[in-house]
């Protein structure tokens, strides 16, 4: 409902813009021209969505993510403590935070909903915990080893080095991430229950 | 450096799902085909999206909204031109993508708007969705903090995108 807002909303912008300055042939000819420049975004993308999902299909079975869960268990206790006593809930949290990592988003949803389901509060079902926050942080921030579809857009505009936004990508993820969480302790602190 | 990432990740997972006699060719043809059907069911999104945002562009909207815009982001020093997917990248996902592609392709996807675009995409979620998806299946009807830390996330990224763009690529 609310991208038929959006959507509403774009338009009525765009046509009442238009007519302010004059631009109603140009806003004409967008509109067959936006939807080709769709058509060609999904192939441009699609070469890449297929190679990555495959690769990504490989990691969850080679055991690249089980490591990598190994890797994260110091971090985990120390931002979800929860997890100290409950086994299933540190599976799900790194299974969601690797799977995000690895770019794999479809694996990543469940694992996530389902971490979130166990760091529910008994006594007040209804609210959002103060891990719950951070576990939606760490996922809003999508700190991400190779953003494949990013990369597949600059190959498509003729970029030869679409790899070369990595560090920045990498650097930037760390510190939104970094400044989320910081965010939600102290907001976490202030802000209580009811 | 970055050069040899890519290859060296691909041939690693290969030789580490060999190690544990798993059929590595079958697992990346089966994930490939659940790649191919991800992507089927999002096309119709990003041809209204695009379309959207193609006449944004040519209505003139979006250089009226960067002028606004430049204010608040020249004091931050982010380039105005990423005004808009700024604005659209916390609500979603194939519509940031379209405003993305749309900017690399307007001003070069080497240049310095096209590559803070390119980080922007890239080191930031659609953060209303995430909330909306975790805490609608888990019954979660006060989120508390939750949206503001989010967006803190989301603003800092934004940021941190320009800073380490021009960092990386001055």
């Given at each position: 409902m609310v991208m038929s807002?959006v959507f509403a909303?774009i338009l009525?912008?765009?046509?009442?813009?238009?007519?302010?300055?004059?631009?109603?042939?140009?806003?004409?000819?967008a509109v067959p021209k936006g939807a080709q420049a769709g058509i060609t975004l999904a192939i441009s993308l699609a070469g890449s969505i297929c190679l990555w999902s495959g690769?990504g299909k490989?990691?969850?079975?080679?055991?690249?993510?089980?490591?990598?869960?190994?890797?994260?268990?110091?971090?985990?206790?120390?931002?979800?403590?929860?997890?100290?006593?409950?086994?299933?809930?540190?599976?799900?949290?790194?299974?969601?935070?690797?799977?995000?990592?690895?770019g794999l988003g479809n694996?990543?949803t469940?694992?996530?909903?389902?971490?979130?389901?166990?760091?529910?509060?008994?006594?007040?079902?209804?609210?959002?915990?103060?891990?719950?926050?951070?576990?939606?942080?760490?996922?809003?921030?999508?700190?991400?080893?190779?953003p494949s579809n990013v990369a597949a857009v600059r190959v498509s505009l003729?970029?030869?080095?679409?790899?070369?936004?990595?560090?920045?990508?990498?650097?930037?993820?760390?510190?939104?991430?970094?400044?989320?969480?910081?965010?939600?302790?102290?907001?976490?602190?202030?802000?209580?229950?009811? | 450096?970055?050069?040899?990432?890519?290859?060296?990740?691909?041939?690693?997972?290969?030789?580490?799902?060999?190690?544990?006699?798993?059929?590595?060719?079958?697992?990346?043809l089966t994930g490939g085909a659940d790649g191919l059907k991800l992507l089927v069911s999002i096309i119709p999104a990003l041809v209204m999206l695009l379309t959207a945002v193609t006449m944004l562009r040519?209505?003139?909207?979006?250089?009226?909204?960067?002028?606004?815009?430049?204010?608040?982001?020249?004091?931050?020093?982010?380039?105005?031109?990423?005004?808009?997917l700024?604005?659209i990248r916390?609500i979603s996902g194939s519509a940031a993508l379209a405003v993305g592609t749309e900017l690399m392709a307007?001003?070069?996807?080497?240049?310095?708007?096209?590559?803070?675009a390119a980080?922007?995409l890239g080191?930031?979620e659609t953060?209303?969705y995430?909330?909306?998806v975790?805490?609608?299946?888990?019954?979660?009807?006060?989120?508390?903090?939750?949206?503001?830390?989010?967006?803190?996330?989301?603003?800092?990224?934004?940021?941190?995108?320009?800073?380490?763009?021009?960092?990386?690529?001055?």
């Amino acid at each position: 409902m609310v991208m038929s807002w959006v959507f509403a909303g774009i338009l009525s912008i765009s046509l009442l813009s238009a007519m302010y300055l004059g631009n109603g042939s140009a806003l004409a000819a967008a509109v067959p021209k936006g939807a080709q420049a769709g058509i060609t975004l999904a192939i441009s993308l699609a070469g890449s969505i297929c190679l990555w999902s495959g690769a990504g299909k490989l990691m969850e079975h080679c055991g690249l993510t089980h490591f990598l869960s190994k890797l994260l268990r110091p971090l985990l206790h120390r931002v979800f403590p929860d997890t100290k006593k409950d086994p299933l809930l540190a599976s799900a949290l790194s299974g969601n935070i690797c799977a995000n990592f690895l770019g794999l988003g479809n694996a990543a949803t469940p694992m996530g909903i389902q971490a979130t389901k166990r760091l529910t509060d008994p006594k007040h079902p209804n609210f959002a915990t103060d891990q719950m926050c951070r576990l939606i942080v760490l996922n809003t921030a999508s700190i991400q080893l190779i953003p494949s579809n990013v990369a597949a857009v600059r190959v498509s505009l003729g970029c030869t080095t679409p790899f070369d936004i990595l560090p920045a990508v990498w650097l930037t993820s760390l510190s939104a991430a970094a400044i989320g969480l910081l965010g939600a302790f102290l907001l976490g602190k202030v802000w209580r229950h009811d | 450096m970055t050069d040899y990432l890519v290859p060296i990740l691909l041939l690693g997972i290969c030789c580490a799902a060999l190690r544990k006699k798993e059929n590595a060719y079958d697992l990346l043809l089966t994930g490939g085909a659940d790649g191919l059907k991800l992507l089927v069911s999002i096309i119709p999104a990003l041809v209204m999206l695009l379309t959207a945002v193609t006449m944004l562009r040519a209505s003139g909207a979006v250089t009226l909204l960067s002028h606004f815009a430049a204010p608040l982001f020249d004091f931050f020093g982010i380039p105005p031109e990423t005004a808009i997917l700024v604005l659209i990248r916390p609500i979603s996902g194939s519509a940031a993508l379209a405003v993305g592609t749309e900017l690399m392709a307007t001003y070069g996807v080497d240049s310095q708007i096209g590559r803070t675009a390119a980080v922007m995409l890239g080191s930031t979620e659609t953060t209303f969705y995430t909330i909306s998806v975790y805490f609608g299946a888990a019954g979660i009807h006060k989120t508390r903090y939750t949206l503001l830390a989010a967006l803190m996330a989301d603003c800092t990224g934004f940021f941190m995108a320009t800073l380490t763009t021009r960092l990386f690529f001055a």
